[in-house]
């Protein structure tokens, strides 16, 4: 089925471990997006990749890096985890960045749930 | 800041009841979007909306773009209609392609 795939779907790690989240996506979108989920909130942007090449801050940039590999495969690299980044992650794409008026509907992934202890 | 507000924030309902879930947001839109999050799953997209109203299924979703103000109603609900449902909304002037999120409405319906 066409969509957004995410790898890994569950990980725990220790803090100060690192790891990367893998995001691809076969729907040949030029906008990829990672967001974290937690409880009590409302979905918050990490990063985003507007178009392949380019990749920018969202609201919660602290502590990530993140690669558009191509214009399928977007991910996001914690580079030394802390307890304060077990969250549920998702990836996401849409045809668009989405400028003024010009809207698309965005594609989310099935999620990863990343645990720091 | 809440920029998106939803309400109520929990629901039961009993299986083939009417149920109204509301998005209220304070921020010039282009487009609001409904999306559905069941137990331990995935988001999937229900709906874009920029105006009126859109149906699909037992599902329709209404715009008041005067009003700030949106509502997702299930006809006819089911226990598989239990899920999260969130409202985001994108901000005109906001970056590119950010979505700002509600917490969402936790749905349980009983059969």
């Known amino acids: 089925n066409a969509g957004v795939t995410q790898t890994p779907k569950f990980q725990v790690l220790k803090t100060g471990q690192s790891m990367t989240l893998q995001c691809a996506q076969d729907m040949n979108h030029n906008s990829m997006y990672w967001y974290r989920q937690d409880p009590g909130m409302g979905l918050r942007l990490i990063y985003y990749?507007?178009?392949?090449?380019?990749?920018d801050k969202g609201e919660v940039p602290n502590g990530y890096n993140v690669s558009r590999l191509n214009k399928r495969e977007f991910s996001l690299r914690l580079e030394s985890a802390a307890p304060s980044q077990t969250s549920v992650y998702f990836c996401a794409s849409s045809e668009g960045p989405g400028i003024g008026i010009k809207n698309y509907g965005y594609t989310f992934g099935s999620g990863t749930r990343l645990t720091v202890v | 800041k809440n920029e998106v507000e939803q309400s109520p924030q929990n629901l039961t309902a009993q299986e083939g009841e009417f149920i109204t879930i509301n998005c209220s947001y304070s921020?010039?839109?282009?487009?609001l979007h409904w999306l559905q999050q069941h137990p331990g799953g995935g988001i999937v997209s229900l709906f874009m909306l920029s105006s009126g109203k859109k149906k699909h299924g037992r599902l329709i979703a209404t715009i008041n773009i005067q009003e700030k103000h949106s509502s997702l109603h299930i006809t006819a609900s089911h226990p598989r209609d239990s899920a999260v449902y969130i409202c985001?909304?994108?901000?005109?002037?906001?970056?590119?392609?950010?979505?700002?999120f509600g917490k969402g409405t936790k749905l349980s319906v009983k059969p």
């Open positions: 990749s507007a178009s392949e090449g380019t990749t």
């Open positions: 921020v010039g839109i282009s487009a």
């Open positions: 985001a909304v994108k901000d005109y002037g906001g970056s590119q392609g950010n979505l700002i």
